[in-house]
């Protein structure tokens, strides 16, 4: 693999306020000062780490994922951009993401986290109905919503995503587009509308709540909602991304075109380009045992994807994406000839799966995006 393809750099800051009862994401309550400056002070040894394992590889991209990363103070987020500022070469046009939640007990100063380095803020809104927030466990109310925005406006933030949700309880057609309205209203660059799922070791896994819309209602939603933030200036990229021109997330765009990210903080993960073929590893998930981990210099364990597993991951990630991917992306990220592809295309075009368009990109068909777990499920080993 004689090109690398495009680097970005992920970490990771686990605490919440409190957990939400839809979240499986490796977070976690409370997180009190001394913990939070032991955990940067092994961030801040894990980036030195990851930075002298690369080569001098430029990062097109770091993301602050969370948890909820503006529980960290701006000071303590500027020492972890600093760091990386001073370990790794970044692109001119670096886009540099960090989550924040709206409500104020959870946020710092959007100008500090501006003059720290952050140049794109992703706010959790979820929904703009009091009553549905309560029902997530959200810690926000409606108003801190565009408060939040604002607020980040006016600390010279001019590239904003809002995360909402759609098949919420009780939610029909004609309140998730009030929802999008109202995100709408406060001009974010960027929208992530995801369906609401209700993944396993969640609390509404274990009691699903009441009212859930049945999957004709949820498409009907999820049709009408495309429909809308298109006719409001925001393409559809991604199952779940929409932006206005030029404001795609370059980080997750990455993940799905299967580019290497490098994995720091507990629980991250990543996957990184060699000579000698893809690998992927992780950190160890639980705080405590990330922070021992790091302090007493153990090496992550990387294990080098086979040619099965390289088809599978390329395809469960290059699927999601409304342009489509070409063959030489496929050949050029994988390493892997295009008529390996091409075998395992050929039952979904005649199924009505899959299809290419005049650009001789392939994509999922209408029917195929309907089902698109099934279509990628295609691609297991």
Same mark, same amino acid.
């Given at each position: 693999m004689p090109t690398p393809p495009p680097l970005s750099l992920y970490v990771h800051l686990p605490w919440c306020v409190r957990k939400c009862p839809y979240c499986d994401f490796n977070s976690y309550s409370g997180g009190d000062a001394a913990a939070r400056h032991?955990?940067?002070d092994a961030l801040i040894l894990d980036l030195r780490k990851e930075a002298a394992a690369i080569s001098g590889r430029q990062l097109a991209s770091v993301f602050l994922g969370g948890g909820t990363p503006s529980l960290f103070t701006p000071a303590e987020i500027g020492k972890i951009l600093d760091e990386t500022a001073h370990r790794y070469s970044l692109a001119?046009?670096?886009e540099i993401t960090m989550e924040a939640n709206p409500g104020t007990v959870e946020c710092g100063d959007p100008k500090g986290y501006r003059e720290a380095?952050?140049?794109?803020? !992703?706010?959790?809104?979820?929904? %703009?109905?009091?009553?549905?927030?309560?029902?997530l466990g959200r810690?926000?109310?409606?108003?801190?919503?565009?408060?939040?925005?604002?607020? /980040?406006?006016?600390?010279?933030?001019?590239?904003?995503?809002?995360?909402? *949700?759609?098949?919420? $309880?009780?939610?029909?057609? &004609? /309140? &998730?587009m009030g929802d999008i309205e109202a995100?709408?209203?406060l001009e974010p660059e960027h929208l992530s509308w995801y369906h609401l799922t209700l993944e396993p070791n969640t609390v509404f896994h274990a009691r699903p709540p009441a009212g859930l819309p049945g999957e004709d209602v949820s498409y009907e939603i999820q049709q009408q909602g495309e429909a809308l933030l298109a006719g409001l200036g925001y393409a559809r990229y991604e199952v779940s991304a929409y932006a206005r021109d030029g404001r795609r997330c370059r980080h997750n765009l990455?993940?799905?075109? %299967?580019?290497?990210?490098? &994995?720091?903080?507990?629980?991250?993960?990543g996957k990184v380009s060699t000579s000698a073929g893809v690998f992927r590893y992780a950190k160890p998930a639980n705080p405590q045992q990330y922070m021992k981990s790091i302090e007493a210099g153990e090496e992550a364990a990387r294990t080098t994807i086979s040619d099965d597993d390289?088809? %599978?991951? %390329? *395809?469960?990630?290059?699927?999601r994406l409304s342009d489509g991917f070409g063959e030489t992306l496929f050949t050029s990220r994988t390493g892997? $000839? &295009?008529? !390996?592809?091409?075998?395992?295309?050929? $039952?979904?075009?005649?199924?009505?799966l899959m299809a290419q368009n005049a650009a001789r990109k392939w994509l999922p068909t209408t029917t195929g995006h309907r089902f698109l777990n099934d279509l990628q499920a295609h691609f297991l080993p």
């Amino acid at each position: 693999m004689p090109t690398p393809p495009p680097l970005s750099l992920y970490v990771h800051l686990p605490w919440c306020v409190r957990k939400c009862p839809y979240c499986d994401f490796n977070s976690y309550s409370g997180g009190d000062a001394a913990a939070r400056h032991r955990y940067l002070d092994a961030l801040i040894l894990d980036l030195r780490k990851e930075a002298a394992a690369i080569s001098g590889r430029q990062l097109a991209s770091v993301f602050l994922g969370g948890g909820t990363p503006s529980l960290f103070t701006p000071a303590e987020i500027g020492k972890i951009l600093d760091e990386t500022a001073h370990r790794y070469s970044l692109a001119d046009d670096i886009e540099i993401t960090m989550e924040a939640n709206p409500g104020t007990v959870e946020c710092g100063d959007p100008k500090g986290y501006r003059e720290a380095g952050v140049n794109r803020l !992703s706010i959790g809104a979820q929904s %703009f109905d009091a009553a549905t927030l309560t029902l997530l466990g959200r810690v926000h109310g409606v108003g801190d919503i565009g408060r939040a925005v604002r607020d /980040a406006r006016d600390a010279g933030f001019d590239n904003i995503n809002l995360d909402l *949700m759609y098949a919420l $309880p009780g939610q029909d057609v &004609a /309140a &998730a587009m009030g929802d999008i309205e109202a995100a709408v209203q406060l001009e974010p660059e960027h929208l992530s509308w995801y369906h609401l799922t209700l993944e396993p070791n969640t609390v509404f896994h274990a009691r699903p709540p009441a009212g859930l819309p049945g999957e004709d209602v949820s498409y009907e939603i999820q049709q009408q909602g495309e429909a809308l933030l298109a006719g409001l200036g925001y393409a559809r990229y991604e199952v779940s991304a929409y932006a206005r021109d030029g404001r795609r997330c370059r980080h997750n765009l990455n993940y799905w075109s %299967f580019g290497d990210y490098l &994995a720091v903080g507990a629980g991250a993960h990543g996957k990184v380009s060699t000579s000698a073929g893809v690998f992927r590893y992780a950190k160890p998930a639980n705080p405590q045992q990330y922070m021992k981990s790091i302090e007493a210099g153990e090496e992550a364990a990387r294990t080098t994807i086979s040619d099965d597993d390289l088809l %599978f991951e %390329f *395809m469960l990630n290059a699927l999601r994406l409304s342009d489509g991917f070409g063959e030489t992306l496929f050949t050029s990220r994988t390493g892997l $000839p &295009a008529g !390996s592809l091409r075998r395992r295309l050929e $039952p979904l075009v005649e199924r009505g799966l899959m299809a290419q368009n005049a650009a001789r990109k392939w994509l999922p068909t209408t029917t195929g995006h309907r089902f698109l777990n099934d279509l990628q499920a295609h691609f297991l080993p």
